[in-house]
């Protein structure tokens, strides 16, 4: 595992430009690249993926949204910084505070869902996000004995790269070993770290598993639940 993330932190001190700091209004969207080597399942759709990275007995749940394309029949990873519809937001933090595993309900990935195209958008000081997938057959010797990867049917690995700003690190590694395919997805390992750049750059290494859900998998909603929507909020009777 250090073996694979010392490898990727190699690049982790190009120079970067991109979005203003967090907070600030963005002055322009992040750089996306995305490389694939051999043989990958179709990925293209909207992907809520969800990290459980342990800490200590504890676990918490980190959430990050893709929008996978494929405009000349190769994959194109964006990953998306914006916020998820606050009730969902709400149930995750909920889950992080009392230290244990957000599994969203049927409800809240519709939700997710529904509000793709109006999701607002979030600073973060992202400069350039860079998505590598390697397919099995192109496993190089790293991924083939590295216990995050070494039994996976394939692995995406992200590296985010930020502006200088205050309590923001450097860049953040991910790497994702996919070891199982579900009917709305994917499941695996997991580990990251974040880049510190004070006092000078260390990498705070976190690990665990992770849940890739596509959006576009989730059952619609019944009658019912769209009759709901369609009068949440309106009054019942008018004075």
């Known amino acids: 595992m250090l073996r694979l993330l010392a490898t990727m932190a190699l690049l982790a001190f190009a120079p970067c430009r991109g979005l203003a700091p967090a907070g600030d209004v963005a002055e322009t969207p992040p750089e996306q690249t995305t490389a694939v ?9 909207h992907w809520l993926v969800l990290s459980y990275i342990a800490v200590g007995d504890n676990v918490r749940t980190v959430a990050a949204l893709w929008d996978v394309t494929a405009p000349e029949g190769t994959a194109r990873f964006e990953l998306r910084f914006v916020a998820l519809p606050a009730t969902v937001q709400a149930s995750l933090d909920q889950a992080n505070d009392a230290n244990s595993r957000w599994e969203p309900s049927a409800q809240q990935l519709q939700d997710v869902r ?56 450097i860049k953040d590694v991910l790497v994702y070993g996919v070891t199982e395919q579900l009917p709305d997805g994917f499941r695996g390992t997991y580990v990251g770290a974040s880049i510190a750049a004070a006092p000078f750059p260390v990498p705070i ?7 890739m859900y596509r959006l576009e998998s989730v059952p619609a909603r019944g009658l019912f639940a769209r009759l709901l929507d369609l009068f949440s909020g309106c009054g019942r009777s008018r004075r």
């Open 114 to 169: 529904d509000a793709w195209a109006t999701l607002a958008p979030e600073a973060r000081g992202a400069a350039k996000v860079e998505t590598m997938i390697d397919g099995r057959d192109a496993f190089d010797e790293t991924l083939k004995k590295d216990e995050t990867t070494k039994d996976s049917q394939f692995v995406i690995r992200q590296m985010v790269s930020y502006l200088p700003g205050a309590q923001r690190p």
């Open 205 to 211: 290494t976190f690990k665990g598993t992770f849940r």
């Open 37 to 45: 080597r051999g043989t990958v399942p179709d990925l293209t759709g």
